[in-house]
């Protein structure tokens, strides 16, 4: 079995280059050991909003599948799930 590693945390900075070169300081605990730079581009993420409005003519999508409800299936709802777990998982 292997020991185990132990990593130090991890350094991170975002810039906007002014030209091809990359000028940067680091942590002092970093001086002398091999470092893996790695440059990605940083795209916006867009902001989570929960007061956001929905988009006109979707309010609601209560009542949007009546149009396909049986009336006559109604009053075995409640135990519909009851049934089918019974019916898929019962021991035979």
Do not use: H
């Amino acid at each position: 079995m292997s020991a185990t590693q132990t990593y130090p945390q991890a350094y991170r900075t975002t810039c906007i280059p002014t030209d091809s070169r990359l000028v940067t300081s680091i942590p002092s605990e970093y001086i002398g050991q091999r470092l893996e730079i790695i440059v990605f581009p940083q795209y916006e993420e867009p902001e989570y909003n929960e007061e956001k409005q929905p988009k006109a003519g979707l309010t609601k999508a209560r009542g949007g599948l009546r149009k396909y409800a049986n009336p006559n299936l109604i009053p075995f709802e409640k135990e519909a799930w009851e049934k089918a777990a019974v019916k898929k998982y019962a021991k035979q």
